[in-house]
């Protein structure tokens, strides 16, 4: 018997957990890649699988998704953060807060190893094939198309112990933050702006020079880089015969932009919604969304009281000796943030709009929300 088939455009964390997922329940799968490998987006930075929003650790959700750990993912159980006056707590956590990856081409990164697993469960990927129309039943893994935050960063080798640390402050990082992780000699420090892009050179030379006060450091062989990540919620996350997943669905975390978790969930419950015939939009909204919309107040909250806010956390976190549930309860629903949903759906705003669509009924373009957002 012919295996069905099965088309998948982008080779993100998202697709290529589709992908896998779907070509071990029988499936033939086709991955469409733009460019030239997985992992072209990134430079070998360092980025965090965050393991606090809920009870499961994510290597836990991982291994039940049928994913190996065939990359680097050194645990970290907290970190030192600093708040906008300069005031600095140490926040501990007696299991992993999050797991720092790298991302890129590099052979250790998260990108690398999620490609190999899915070559090896005998899924196709084609490079360098931009896909423009897809017709029939698809997934959807494009990856942002809009920048609802930005970062710009630097990767170098250093000889400083493995840490964490962040920094919550405006002029550093409006309405976002900046971090410097550290892990087997290899460092990366960026910041991450919600707003006031334009600022963007003078925040990452400021945060350069915050951090060299605070834990004085040299960079060998430093290589800048810069990002941007995409957020929103729609209604449905199913297109006619497509399903969404990953940032092209907007599942980011709108506080502070953690989203490989969402990612390869999201990736994981559209092919188990093809596998089983069920709705995907019921697997996401079940399993995904209280923590977007968690999110999503949680950035009204920041974008709007600024410093603040961040002064309330800050003194809210001064009194936890175990940080994970603290965050926990931050990223989950509650009856406050339900009433102060409806207000935050407004102010965030996504970017993400295909002005050349022309096609308001029957869309076939690959990424266009046209008939959904």
Not at 212 to 231: A, H, T, V, W
Request: with cysteine; proline share 4%.
């Amino acid at each position: 018997m012919a295996k069905k088939e099965m088309e998948i455009v982008g080779a993100g964390p998202s697709g290529l957990v589709a992908a896998m997922t779907l070509q071990k329940a029988g499936f033939q799968v086709k991955v469409y890649e733009a460019r030239k490998d997985v992992g072209c987006r990134f430079h070998g930075d360092f980025q965090g699988i965050e393991n606090w929003s809920q009870e499961e650790d994510i290597l836990e959700t991982l291994d039940k998704m049928g994913i190996a750990i065939n990359f680097r993912c050194g645990p970290f159980y907290g970190g030192r953060i600093y708040g906008p006056t300069g005031e600095q707590l140490d926040l501990q956590s007696k299991t992993p807060l999050f797991y720092l990856v790298r991302r890129g081409q590099v052979p250790d990164s998260l990108d690398q190893g999620l490609k190999t697993q899915a070559l090896e469960a005998g899924v196709e990927i084609l490079f360098e094939h931009r896909k423009k129309t897809i017709e029939g039943r698809a997934i959807t893994a494009t990856g942002p198309k809009g920048a609802d935050a930005i970062a710009k960063g630097v990767t170098f080798h250093t000889d400083l112990p493995d840490q964490s640390l962040t920094i919550l402050d405006d002029e550093i990082a409006p309405g976002g933050y900046a971090y410097f992780l550290i892990h087997e000699g290899l460092a990366t420090m960026a910041t991450v702006l919600f707003r006031d892009y334009h600022q963007e050179k003078a925040c990452f030379e400021k945060m350069k020079q915050a951090f060299q006060k605070l834990i004085p450091y040299k960079m060998s062989d430093p290589r800048e880089f810069g990002g941007f990540g995409n957020f929103y919620i729609a209604k449905s996350e199913e297109h006619g015969p497509r399903l969404y997943i990953g940032e092209s669905a907007g599942f980011q975390d709108f506080l502070w932009g953690f989203g490989m978790r969402y990612a390869m969930v999201s990736g994981y419950l559209a092919a188990q919604s093809i596998i089983r015939n069920t709705s995907y939009d019921a697997l996401w909204k079940a399993q995904l969304l209280p923590f977007l919309q968690a999110g999503m107040v949680n950035r009204m909250l920041i974008d709007r009281f600024g410093a603040t806010a961040y002064r309330i956390l800050m003194k809210q976190l001064k009194g936890q000796a175990e940080i994970r549930p603290f965050m926990k309860e931050k990223y989950s629903m509650s009856f406050k943030k339900s009433l102060l949903l409806p207000l935050a759906k407004r102010h965030v705003q996504s970017r993400v709009k295909d002005e050349r669509c022309i096609h308001p009924t029957n869309c076939d373009c690959v990424w266009c929300r046209c008939a959904k957002v």
